[in-house]
């Protein structure tokens, strides 16, 4: 007898994050004019797809224990609709990746656009720290810890969002030592702000202590969580848009660079293969150092994360070539088959985790939110884009990945790869990123010392 029970097939995280990729894969082929999303389709799917499941997930734990599934719509509404680790580890494989196939170059971008990629990456962070907080103040409603949040997601930044978090506990820890200090009128601002009540002349208590620490590292996750999609699909959307709407050649471009790097490059004298030992020595090296933290002044525990690790681990031992008997200069065919399939899978988690929330803000008081990350994301990129292009006339395949860079968007380096359909966009991320991570952090900082 053969038993199948579809409600755990439906909630099975493998099975959903297969799914989303095939189906987004699907959609992704589908042509809009002269224009196919490609491998971006399968996070336009997840956002519809995570928003299902969470919500097939709440009728089942309706019903109780006794439905056969309500163990599995348990852990998804708990853990969330795709783990979080499937996309670290294609994360690692992405970057490791993209970074072996671009070291032979590098050498020639940071000497012929170093000092651009340190600009871009400081000016586009600085520019997502403005327009995240100003709708807030223009509106009279500004939100520290929120437009912290916003920041953080619309430049997709988790080491931002760890920033985030624990400034916004240092600044509510400083406003609650103030409130003795601060006018009747202040005080009962700061109590509605946190959902409070204002009794004239009481002190606060620990409870509304504690429920003030707890409303602001809930406003900068909320802020995070709504923004965090809105930043992939804006990066997503730019690198597509971008050479259209400013008549970008893309193959003229693609000749360009080929020429200037074949004049700089000496090229690989051989035929290279895939080294299987090598890839995953870089993995390591690249998560070991990811972990590592420094404290630079006020920029405390700053580290450069899995991905810029594992991103500058590669590009630098792909340069050198080999260590001993292990290869680093690999097949690019090979890498560019994990490149593809990371991507998928990357964006397929990313829909799949935040669907739910971003399709309810929608529909609800998140709007707000939504709306102030689509502002911060969108402007960033563009005035990244009109510096880069116009000012410091880098090639827009360089470019592309620089924005992505600037952005701290690795998922939108995928999307740039695949638009292009070429991995150098990874030399510009590669240049751009560590800098755009540590002006991240000072911006964060930063942001929490504006008057409110």
Same mark, same amino acid.
């Given at each position: 007898?053969?038993?199948?029970?579809?409600r755990l097939?439906?909630l099975?995280p493998?099975?959903?994050?297969?799914?989303t990729?095939?189906l987004?894969?699907?959609?992704g082929n589908?042509?809009?004019?002269?224009?196919?999303?490609?491998?971006?389709?399968?996070l336009?799917?997840g956002?519809g797809?995570?928003w299902l499941?969470?919500?097939?997930s709440l009728?089942?734990?309706?019903q109780g224990?006794?439905?056969?599934?309500?163990?599995?719509a348990?852990?998804?509404?708990e853990?969330?609709?795709?783990?979080?680790d499937?996309?670290n580890?294609?994360?690692v494989i992405?970057? =490791?990746?993209?970074g072996l196939?671009?070291?032979?170059s590098i050498?020639y971008i940071?000497?012929h656009?170093?000092?651009r990629?340190?600009f871009l990456?400081?000016?586009i962070?600085?520019?997502?720290?403005v327009?995240s907080?100003?709708?807030g103040?223009?509106?009279?409603q500004a939100?520290l810890?929120?437009g912290?949040?916003i920041?953080?997601?619309a430049l997709?930044?988790s080491?931002?969002?760890?920033?985030a978090i624990?400034?916004?506990?240092?600044?509510?820890q400083?406003?609650i030592a103030r409130?003795p200090?601060m006018?009747p009128?202040?005080?009962q601002?700061?109590?509605?702000q946190n959902?409070l009540?204002y009794?004239p002349?009481?002190?606060l208590t620990q409870?509304?202590?504690d429920q003030i620490?707890?409303?602001?590292?809930?406003d900068v996750?909320?802020?995070?969580a709504i923004?965090?999609?809105?930043g992939?699909i804006?990066?997503i959307?730019g690198?597509n848009l971008?050479?259209?709407l400013?008549?970008?050649?893309l193959? =003229?471009?693609?000749?360009?660079?080929?020429?200037?790097?074949?004049?700089?490059v000496d090229?690989?004298?051989?035929?290279?293969k895939?080294?299987?030992?090598g890839f995953?020595?870089v993995?390591?090296?690249?998560?070991?150092v990811g972990m590592?933290?420094?404290?630079?002044g006020?920029?405390?525990n700053?580290?450069?994360?899995?991905t810029?690790?594992t991103l500058?681990?590669s590009?630098?031992?792909s340069?050198r070539?080999k260590l001993?008997?292990?290869?680093?200069?690999m097949d690019p065919?090979?890498?560019?088959s994990?490149?593809?399939?990371?991507?998928v899978?990357?964006?397929?988690?990313v829909?799949?985790?935040?669907?739910y929330?971003?399709?309810?803000?929608? =529909?609800?008081q998140?709007?707000?939110?939504?709306l102030s990350a689509?502002v911060?994301a969108?402007?960033?990129?563009l005035?990244?884009f009109?510096?880069?292009?116009?000012?410091?006339?880098i090639n827009?395949v360089?470019?592309s990945?620089?924005?992505c860079?600037g952005m701290?968007?690795?998922p939108?380096?995928?999307?740039s790869?695949d638009?292009i359909?070429?991995?150098e966009?990874g030399m510009?991320?590669?240049?751009?990123?560590p800098?755009?991570l540590i002006?991240?952090?000072v911006f964060t900082?930063?942001l929490?010392?504006?008057?409110v």
């Amino acid at each position: 007898m053969i038993v199948f029970d579809y409600r755990l097939w439906m909630l099975n995280p493998f099975v959903i994050l297969l799914v989303t990729a095939l189906l987004g894969l699907l959609v992704g082929n589908i042509k809009f004019g002269k224009m196919r999303i490609g491998s971006s389709g399968t996070l336009f799917v997840g956002l519809g797809v995570g928003w299902l499941i969470y919500r097939y997930s709440l009728w089942i734990t309706a019903q109780g224990p006794q439905n056969p599934a309500y163990k599995s719509a348990q852990e998804i509404l708990e853990m969330g609709v795709s783990s979080l680790d499937i996309f670290n580890i294609f994360l690692v494989i992405l970057v =490791a990746s993209i970074g072996l196939q671009n070291g032979e170059s590098i050498q020639y971008i940071l000497k012929h656009y170093g000092v651009r990629f340190l600009f871009l990456g400081f000016f586009i962070t600085f520019c997502g720290a403005v327009f995240s907080v100003l709708p807030g103040f223009l509106l009279g409603q500004a939100n520290l810890n929120q437009g912290a949040g916003i920041y953080s997601g619309a430049l997709t930044s988790s080491p931002g969002l760890a920033s985030a978090i624990e400034k916004s506990i240092e600044y509510s820890q400083e406003r609650i030592a103030r409130y003795p200090q601060m006018s009747p009128e202040e005080q009962q601002h700061f109590l509605e702000q946190n959902d409070l009540t204002y009794t004239p002349g009481a002190p606060l208590t620990q409870e509304q202590q504690d429920q003030i620490i707890s409303r602001a590292e809930s406003d900068v996750g909320t802020g995070y969580a709504i923004s965090y999609p809105i930043g992939v699909i804006a990066v997503i959307l730019g690198v597509n848009l971008l050479p259209k709407l400013f008549g970008i050649d893309l193959e =003229a471009e693609k000749r360009l660079l080929d020429l200037e790097i074949h004049q700089a490059v000496d090229p690989m004298d051989a035929p290279y293969k895939f080294d299987l030992t090598g890839f995953f020595l870089v993995c390591a090296i690249g998560y070991t150092v990811g972990m590592i933290n420094f404290n630079l002044g006020p920029v405390r525990n700053l580290n450069l994360g899995s991905t810029g690790a594992t991103l500058l681990a590669s590009l630098y031992l792909s340069h050198r070539g080999k260590l001993g008997p292990i290869n680093f200069r690999m097949d690019p065919k090979t890498l560019g088959s994990f490149t593809q399939v990371s991507v998928v899978m990357m964006l397929s988690v990313v829909g799949l985790r935040y669907g739910y929330q971003f399709v309810e803000s929608i =529909a609800n008081q998140g709007i707000g939110i939504l709306l102030s990350a689509a502002v911060a994301a969108f402007l960033a990129i563009l005035v990244g884009f009109l510096v880069g292009r116009y000012w410091f006339k880098i090639n827009w395949v360089i470019l592309s990945g620089a924005i992505c860079g600037g952005m701290t968007s690795t998922p939108g380096l995928g999307a740039s790869i695949d638009a292009i359909g070429r991995d150098e966009p990874g030399m510009g991320y590669g240049a751009t990123y560590p800098f755009a991570l540590i002006g991240m952090i000072v911006f964060t900082i930063l942001l929490f010392k504006l008057p409110v």
